[in-house]
């Protein structure tokens, strides 16, 4: 309509006319633009907001799942180092009982990582990772990733140590009907068809002797690595709950 009514006033010489027609004219043509930038901006913004949610969601997860971890893991510790000076010390001793839990909790346990990056790998497989308008959380999203995956390396290892040398020695030497009768951390049985019995094994002699002190401090060696990486990871991803939560602040303040 615009064009139509310019072309008529360059026909009639109607310079008044035609340039009330033209800046109509650019007017228009401007708004349009930011109109259609506005909408891009509202759909990018909700589409942050979307993605910020999910990965607010996978922080939460992985804080508690890491919290558990690293108390299995420091109760693994704890456990190996009185297995460690009962095997070095002929002095002290054992209830059945109690050295069984002992066993469990220090030989046979392997905690295994879990952390959510579901989010994370979506957008950075999906090219999509440039939503997230906060340089600082990208870079704390992919420190995490890279931390991650050399904890599932130095977690590799400790499987590895475990089932060439641990497992061997238990399967060998000391009798696990006595530890499988000990409940899970959730509370269940680890061979439910096991029937209760008398705790009245005799300590294994391996457990005096260096073969078995020895294996105590390599699973320790690898799971004070991964102590370490988990410590770290819990740190990063309260760092990352923490700048989601100022980036959907932001979000929410713009109108």
Request: glycine share 6%; no cysteine.
């Given at each position: ?132 308008r906060s340089p600082k959380l990208v870079s ?99 760092r990352i709950a923490a700048l989601i939560k ?10």
């Amino acid at each position: 309509m615009i064009l139509r009514r310019l072309t008529q006033s360059l026909k009639d010489q109607n310079w008044t006319a035609i340039v009330i027609e033209f800046v109509l004219l650019v007017v228009g043509v401007f708004l349009g633009i930011q109109v259609s930038n506005w909408n891009a901006d509202r759909g990018d913004r909700a589409a942050e907001i979307g993605y910020l949610g999910g990965l607010r969601e996978d922080a939460d997860y992985s804080i508690g799942t890491l919290q558990r971890f690293i108390g299995n893991l420091e109760a693994q510790q704890t456990a190996r180092a009185r297995l460690f000076d009962f095997s070095n010390d002929p002095r002290p001793t054992l209830e059945p009982a109690q050295r069984d839990r002992l066993v469990l909790v220090g030989l046979f346990e392997l905690p295994q990582l879990d952390i959510n990056e579901v989010t994370f790998e979506t957008l950075k497989n999906s090219g999509r990772l440039a939503a997230i308008r906060s340089p600082k959380l990208v870079s704390e999203l992919q420190s995490l990733s890279a931390n991650v995956a050399a904890a599932l390396r130095d977690q590799a290892d400790e499987v590895q140590t475990t089932y060439l040398f641990s497992d061997p020695l238990l399967v060998a030497n000391v009798d696990m009907a006595g530890v499988f009768r000990q409940l899970s951390r959730s509370g269940n049985p680890y061979v439910p068809w096991l029937k209760d019995g008398p705790d009245v094994a005799p300590t294994p002699e391996i457990m005096r002797t260096r073969q078995f002190a020895n294996v105590l401090l390599y699973r320790s060696f690898f799971t004070n690595l991964r102590l370490a990486n988990a410590r770290n990871m819990l740190e990063q991803h309260r760092r990352i709950a923490a700048l989601i939560k100022a980036r959907q602040d932001a979000l929410r303040g713009t109108p």
